[in-house]
């Protein structure tokens, strides 16, 4: 599962987690204690469950229930949208999956379509709970009892969710939560999976009692992944550095740095498990969990509140399908997942604007080459795992960055959509209700929003052409009469070109190395010294954006570059005025 960069690395209250990591490991505690058990007795009464069993991944929780249902029967009915791998732990756990479309609104499995494919030969029904949004459990329940079918609560996504007060995971056979990195607990990993049903509670029990424990040097891995890692995506060093790495690295589809915050990787079809897999919680896990076990419903609050002021702002953009709002508890949010067409282009557009969103990396499973031989025409889940996107809500997130992300999704769709279907010139604005959205200035007329998609591109290529010329490539002809074009044009409403914040501290140090004339003794033209004059011209003026984008270039090899140059120039200046000559390099 793919969150926002943000979302999956900032946890909330991860210093308290941290000491309690560092004190275990310092005195060896990672596999003392009898916290699990406790960790299972405590969610047992929240969830209102007789039985409790700690997981070593919620998926794990998932191979080891369908290899107990699967024995005699063998289709199992799910969500094709859903993590690759779950697919997978159907197959290893020795059933078939049989993939059912889902509702495009919630993006969870459609129980009409559940009735309709319900049959003799079904294991088991197994629903994922996605994104926080509760499914229509109550119906599906009932549809699983009437026909004599177990039913298999995916909720790695929905811990502290309720239906009518129940939480989500007591309503079918067995629930299965994840206590993942990225989740509402985090335990860096784990789950947990409930039941009342005490066949099921003795057979996996007995069948983990031979597990081995994690192993701590993995989790110690993993534990600096998330010290280190929460820093980095920590509000100054990710609007200053990352957030322009990480835009960077979707705008360029650079795999390497993209890995880091993608979840899911391309589906690959597993038949077997390995058996290094299969481990058991440590007792430090389960303490990190238990910490956190207060603070669920507070978590769930916060997301309500953020899930709000996205309902609210964005409820009136026809070309955004979006999530149902309660605030029953039956939604808590994990993320807010919208549905746009080109979602690619809204999200280029919102890293541009510094925000933070991400694509749903989840895929449709039933179209996967992989998976080719379980295909069923899923339509609903087609078109949602091309269109999806989600807006962070986790906790230490804050109310002003869900207003601007709400702000530059307004703007993208009414200047360049929305603004298409006006009859009239401008809008009537006092038809608004009075709520988050009023607060967003909309473009006036059709030719301003078209004027702000080209203003949007002219910035793009003239990042791209200053940055390369500036840093020494060749500058052909063509480079040149683009560079000319773009820094001394102004966008369709004959404003200059903006600049950004950091450029407005270089003037001062570009005009320590102005040349005084760009050509040698002999005439010719010194491309380094027209160069860095064009540069000083730009930067004076704040026509130009140097450092707007790095487009076709390294994000790394510019900046070392740029930096050399700097201290060079400035480093040979004091030479340079005394003898009254122009070093070449």
Not at 70 to 79: G, H
């Amino acid at each position: 599962m793919r969150l926002s960069p943000r979302a999956r690395f900032c946890y909330y209250g991860f210093p308290e987690l941290a000491s309690t990591i560092a004190r275990d490991v310092i005195l060896g505690h990672v596999k003392s204690g009898n916290d699990v058990s406790q960790l299972e007795a405590e969610i047992g009464r929240m969830v209102g469950a007789k039985y409790a069993l700690a997981m070593p991944q919620a998926r794990i929780g998932i191979f080891l229930t369908l290899s107990e249902l699967t024995k005699e029967r063998k289709k199992v009915l799910l969500s094709p949208y859903t993590i690759h791998d779950v697919i997978n732990m159907v197959i290893c756990a020795g059933g078939r999956p049989v993939f059912v479309d889902i509702e495009r609104d919630t993006c969870n499995i459609s129980p009409d379509q559940i009735e309709a494919l319900i049959d003799d030969d079904t294991a088991a029904v197994l629903i994922t709970h996605l994104h926080g949004l509760a499914c229509d459990v109550e119906r599906i329940g009932s549809i699983c009892r009437a026909r004599g079918v177990p039913l298999v609560e995916d909720a790695a996504q929905a811990f502290g969710t309720r239906v009518n007060d129940r939480m989500v995971g007591s309503f079918g056979d067995v629930g299965i939560f994840s206590l993942g990195r990225a989740k509402v607990v985090n335990a860096l990993y784990g789950g947990i999976l409930v039941t009342n049903r005490r066949d099921l509670a003795e057979s996996i029990s007995a069948r983990m009692s031979g597990f081995p424990y994690f192993p701590a040097g993995r989790l110690i891995s993993q534990a600096m992944i998330c010290l280190i890692a929460n820093f980095l995506f920590s509000p100054f060093p990710f609007s200053t550095v990352m957030s322009r790495i990480l835009r960077y690295a979707y705008l360029h589809d650079i795999d390497m740095a993209n890995r880091v915050v993608r979840g899911e990787r391309d589906p690959i079809l597993t038949s077997v498990l390995r058996e290094e897999r299969l481990l058991r919680m440590t007792p430090m896990q389960a303490r990190l969990a238990r910490i956190q076990l207060a603070e669920v419903e507070k978590f769930s609050r916060i997301r309500r509140q953020f899930a709000l002021a996205y309902h609210e702002g964005l409820k009136d953009i026809p070309e955004i399908l979006i999530p149902p709002y309660r605030n029953d508890g039956s939604h808590t949010y994990q993320t807010f997942p919208i549905q746009v067409p080109d979602r690619h282009r809204l999200v280029r557009f919102m890293m541009m604007k510094g925000r933070d969103v991400t694509v749903q990396h989840i895929g449709n499973n039933a179209d996967a080459r992989c998976f080719s031989e379980y295909y069923r025409d899923c339509p609903n889940a087609r078109v949602t795992a091309a269109s999806a996107l989600l807006l962070p809500t986790y906790p230490k997130y804050s109310m002003a960055e869900v207003e601007k992300n709400i702000a530059c999704v307004r703007e993208y769709f009414h200047a360049f959509l929305a603004v298409r279907h006006a009859p009239t010139g401008r809008r009537n604005c006092n038809t608004r209700d009075r709520s988050v959205k009023n607060r967003y200035r909309l473009p006036e007329s059709h030719t301003q929003g078209e004027g702000l998609l080209e203003e949007h591109d002219q910035l793009e290529k003239e990042g791209s052409i200053l940055f390369r010329y500036l840093l020494g490539q060749a500058a052909d002809d063509q480079m040149i009469r683009l560079y000319v074009d773009a820094v001394t044009s102004q966008t369709p409403q004959g404003r200059p070109l903006r600049l950004p914040r950091l450029v407005e501290w270089w003037p001062p140090l570009l005009r320590l190395f102005e040349p005084v004339k760009g050509k040698d003794a002999a005439g010719r033209e010194d491309l380094l010294k027209t160069r860095l004059r064009c540069a000083c011209f730009i930067a004076d003026a704040k026509k130009a954006p140097l450092f707007y984008d790095y487009q076709d270039s390294g994000l790394i090899q510019s900046w070392i570059r740029l930096t050399i140059l700097t201290f060079v120039e400035g480093a040979i200046m004091p030479c340079r005025l005394i003898f009254k000559r122009w070093w070449r390099w």
